[in-house]
């Protein structure tokens, strides 16, 4: 037990932060009943109640619970964000790693096809891929994930061809190792470290742009809440209850802020190995 | 949108792992040629995600036209079919598309009116905001980014170093409920949303510029703080710097002569960047703040369905983007003779 407390104190204080966030947020969106005092969609009292000790943060526009309504909005809001990081993780690394391992003119071929996506702006080429193939939750996440899908991929293509020129990486193709072989046994092992920097941050961005669609009316539709619904709605009180959308405003702030913070803890103990860029290097804004 | 700067320690990439996107688009390939290449790129990609839409496309695209009967409208279904040419193989439809895109002709929006004329209109206020936010951004970054690098004080130091930090997490819709909380709900100084046009009365539409273009302009602020600071405590160990003061300049004028004007460098880059992509940011805030820009235009449109409309607000944002990541380019080559030296 002490030997388990040790180790976790030799973390970094970041990593430690940010999952100390994280977790609360998780159990949520997994356990949301656990957590939440009342149901997300009964009305329990009267509409737009300030924060009381009855409702912690108070009651919205037709007197349903906001505490209760955060705590289910992570189901959605975490969900739809992670699994968008996914998507962009997966597919942006696997064109990067490939990419930048072959080099020549596959990669040549490759960077300028990323480029013109990355001349779409975010929200804008998302909202387009929406209008096209519809407001589902899934064409949300791949919507969202193709996004950020070519930043990642320009990022993991700079760890290929960094791993390209590594001995280990030579004598295996020495050795007679296949692309494949080389590709999935020495350059994915050894670049998942800064990678996964790159992808805490990629989950980062996800739950700005995910909130931001809900925000826009294109997410989760009412009743179901999302933090991003919630605060639409918020302006739409901002005389009568000005601290409507603080909790579900707050909580964006901290899942964000919590990945920035497992991301910079993962490059400061990875730091060691290798030099992994700074935070700023993979930050995504809005 | 994202930036993506080099990791400082990256010996081992080659010129065009750069991710600078400006000096990638222009300064490995060279020419104008690839920001035509691009765009051609740029316009192909809408045309095709446009040509995915399911049934019909003029039907879809042409939407319920709401002034016109059913047999008006078939007309028109006819005619526009004929007319985009899709009767002819797809590349012909797409030379016919953007032949009629570059003439600013991209059809009609869902209620039958000009998509030229209904985005020409928001063009004014979207121009507006987005202009007073760079401004707000880049004087905000510059004179708060010298105040933390001159002063002695650590706590003011990393008091805004923090204050940036947490700005890259707070999302344009939560700063400006914050900002209408304070200013509208509580102070009344300001309204909370709205628009008037300058035409009618500039004293009424800079009241009402002012909480949009705040709002848009302190997460852009935040950025530039962290690439100036970063530049400027890079540029301070400089053996440039350490020469100078050698030769007994002041420190004042070490700052202001020799670091500031080193230390902006890769910031114009980001400037130019979030300049380009300004879009983003028009998207979330003019929805906020009711100001018909061009990015309100594209929400109702995207809800609405209106496809002509998305498609010609996509087409000419990403052209705009790769038009100012190019000037961008020049500017930086202008300003840097090292980077001309190289090329």
């Given at each position: 037990m002490?030997?388990?407390?040790?180790?976790?104190?030799?973390?970094?204080?970041?990593?430690?932060?940010?999952?100390?966030?994280?977790?609360?947020?998780?159990?949520?969106?997994?356990f949301?009943?656990?957590?939440?005092?009342?149901?997300?969609?009964?009305?329990?009292?009267?509409?737009?109640?300030?924060?009381?000790?009855?409702?912690?943060?108070?009651?919205?526009?037709?007197?349903?619970?906001?505490?209760?309504?955060?705590?289910?909005?992570?189901?959605?809001?975490?969900?739809?964000?992670l699994?968008?990081?996914?998507?962009?993780?997966?597919?942006?690394?696997?064109?990067?790693?490939?990419s930048?391992?072959?080099?020549?003119?596959?990669?040549t071929?490759?960077?300028?096809l990323?480029?013109?996506?990355?001349?779409?702006?975010?929200?804008?080429?998302?909202?387009?891929?929406?209008?096209?193939?519809?407001?589902?939750?899934?064409?949300?996440?791949?919507?969202?994930?193709?996004?950020?899908?070519?930043?990642?991929?320009?990022f993991?293509?700079?760890?290929g061809?960094?791993?390209?020129?590594?001995?280990?990486?030579?004598?295996?193709?020495?050795?007679?190792?296949?692309?494949?072989?080389?590709?999935?046994?020495?350059?994915?092992?050894?670049?998942?470290?800064?990678?996964?920097?790159a992808?805490s941050?990629?989950?980062?961005?996800?739950?700005l742009?995910?909130?931001?669609?809900?925000?826009?009316?294109?997410?989760?539709?009412?009743?179901?809440?999302?933090?991003?619904?919630?605060?639409?709605?918020?302006?739409?009180v901002?005389?009568?209850?000005?601290?409507?959308?603080?909790?579900?405003?707050?909580?964006?702030?901290?899942?964000?802020?919590?990945?920035?913070?497992?991301?910079?803890?993962?490059?400061?103990?990875?730091?060691?190995?290798?030099?992994?860029?700074?935070?700023?290097?993979?930050?995504?804004g809005? | 949108?994202?930036?993506?700067?080099?990791?400082?320690d990256?010996?081992?990439?080659?010129?065009?792992a750069?991710?600078r996107?400006?000096?990638?688009?222009?300064g490995?390939?060279g020419?104008?040629?690839?920001?035509?290449?691009?765009?051609?790129?740029?316009?192909?990609?809408?045309?095709?995600?446009?040509?995915?839409?399911?049934?019909?496309?003029?039907?879809?695209?042409?939407?319920?036209?709401?002034?016109f009967?059913?047999?008006?409208?078939?007309?028109?279904?006819?005619?526009?079919?004929?007319?985009?040419g899709?009767?002819?193989?797809?590349?012909?439809?797409?030379?016919?598309w953007?032949?009629?895109?570059?003439?600013?002709?991209?059809?009609?929006?869902?209620?039958?009116?000009?998509?030229?004329?209904?985005?020409?209109?928001?063009?004014?206020?979207?121009?507006?905001?987005?202009?007073?936010?760079i401004?707000?951004?880049?004087?905000?970054?510059?004179l708060?980014?010298?105040?933390?690098?001159?002063?002695?004080?650590r706590?003011?130091?990393?008091?805004?170093?923090?204050?940036?930090?947490?700005?890259?997490v707070?999302?344009?819709?939560?700063?400006?409920?914050?900002?209408?909380?304070?200013?509208a709900?509580?102070?009344?100084?300001?309204?909370s949303?709205?628009?008037?046009?300058?035409?009618?009365?500039?004293?009424?539409?800079?009241?009402?510029?002012?909480?949009?273009?705040?709002?848009?302009?302190?997460?852009?602020?935040?950025?530039f703080?962290?690439?100036?600071?970063?530049?400027?405590?890079?540029?301070?160990?400089?053996?440039?710097?350490?020469?100078?003061?050698?030769?007994?300049?002041?420190?004042?004028g070490?700052?202001?002569?020799?670091?500031?004007?080193?230390?902006?460098?890769?910031?114009?880059?980001?400037?130019g960047l979030?300049?380009?992509?300004?879009?983003?940011?028009?998207?979330?805030?003019?929805?906020?703040?009711?100001?018909?820009?061009?990015?309100?235009?594209?929400?109702?449109?995207?809800?609405?369905?209106?496809?002509?409309?998305?498609?010609?607000?996509?087409?000419?944002?990403?052209?705009?983007?790769?038009?100012?990541?190019?000037?961008?380019?020049?500017?930086?080559?202008?300003?840097?003779?090292?980077?001309?030296r190289?090329?």
């Amino acid at each position: 037990m002490s030997a388990f407390i040790a180790a976790i104190r030799r973390q970094p204080a970041p990593l430690l932060a940010g999952l100390a966030i994280l977790t609360p947020f998780l159990v949520m969106c997994v356990f949301p009943g656990l957590l939440a005092p009342y149901e997300p969609l009964k009305i329990e009292a009267l509409p737009l109640l300030g924060p009381s000790r009855e409702h912690l943060l108070g009651t919205d526009e037709i007197g349903r619970d906001l505490l209760s309504r955060c705590i289910y909005a992570a189901r959605t809001d975490i969900f739809v964000s992670l699994a968008a990081a996914a998507v962009a993780f997966v597919i942006g690394t696997a064109i990067g790693l490939f990419s930048g391992y072959i080099g020549g003119r596959v990669d040549t071929v490759t960077m300028r096809l990323i480029d013109v996506l990355l001349s779409f702006p975010t929200i804008v080429l998302a909202l387009f891929l929406i209008t096209i193939f519809g407001r589902e939750q899934w064409v949300q996440i791949l919507a969202i994930g193709l996004v950020m899908m070519p930043s990642t991929a320009r990022f993991s293509r700079g760890e290929g061809l960094v791993l390209r020129g590594r001995g280990y990486v030579e004598a295996s193709r020495i050795s007679g190792g296949s692309r494949w072989h080389i590709l999935v046994k020495h350059v994915l092992p050894n670049s998942l470290a800064t990678l996964l920097v790159a992808a805490s941050v990629l989950a980062s961005s996800a739950v700005l742009i995910s909130a931001s669609l809900s925000y826009l009316g294109l997410g989760a539709q009412p009743p179901e809440p999302s933090w991003g619904n919630m605060l639409r709605a918020a302006y739409g009180v901002v005389y009568d209850a000005p601290l409507y959308g603080v909790g579900a405003g707050v909580c964006i702030s901290l899942v964000a802020g919590a990945y920035i913070l497992i991301g910079e803890g993962l490059r400061r103990k990875f730091r060691n190995d290798r030099n992994v860029g700074t935070l700023s290097s993979s930050i995504g804004g809005l | 949108m994202t930036v993506d700067v080099a990791p400082a320690d990256s010996p081992h990439i080659d010129e065009g792992a750069s991710p600078r996107r400006g000096a990638r688009l222009v300064g490995v390939l060279g020419q104008l040629g690839q920001l035509v290449a691009v765009l051609f790129a740029v316009s192909l990609l809408t045309f095709l995600l446009l040509d995915a839409l399911p049934g019909s496309a003029v039907d879809a695209r042409i939407g319920p036209l709401p002034n016109f009967s059913p047999e008006e409208r078939a007309e028109l279904v006819a005619s526009m079919s004929k007319q985009l040419g899709l009767d002819k193989p797809l590349a012909w439809q797409y030379v016919i598309w953007v032949k009629n895109a570059f003439t600013g002709d991209f059809g009609l929006n869902y209620q039958g009116i000009e998509v030229r004329d209904v985005v020409g209109e928001r063009l004014a206020p979207t121009l507006q905001l987005g202009i007073a936010s760079i401004i707000i951004s880049t004087v905000g970054a510059l004179l708060i980014s010298l105040l933390g690098f001159r002063t002695r004080w650590r706590a003011l130091r990393a008091g805004i170093q923090g204050t940036a930090t947490v700005l890259l997490v707070v999302p344009a819709f939560w700063l400006g409920l914050i900002l209408v909380i304070i200013f509208a709900a509580e102070l009344g100084w300001l309204p909370s949303a709205g628009y008037v046009s300058f035409s009618d009365d500039p004293g009424e539409n800079l009241r009402f510029l002012v909480l949009p273009a705040v709002t848009l302009a302190l997460p852009q602020l935040a950025l530039f703080y962290r690439y100036l600071d970063a530049g400027l405590r890079d540029t301070s160990t400089a053996p440039f710097v350490t020469a100078s003061r050698a030769r007994g300049l002041s420190e004042r004028g070490v700052a202001y002569r020799h670091i500031l004007p080193n230390a902006i460098l890769p910031t114009i880059t980001v400037i130019g960047l979030v300049a380009g992509s300004l879009i983003s940011g028009l998207v979330i805030v003019e929805s906020v703040f009711s100001w018909p820009g061009l990015g309100l235009l594209l929400v109702d449109s995207v809800k609405a369905k209106d496809y002509n409309t998305v498609a010609a607000i996509v087409l000419l944002t990403a052209f705009a983007y790769v038009v100012v990541a190019f000037m961008v380019d020049v500017a930086y080559r202008l300003l840097d003779p090292r980077t001309r030296r190289q090329s």
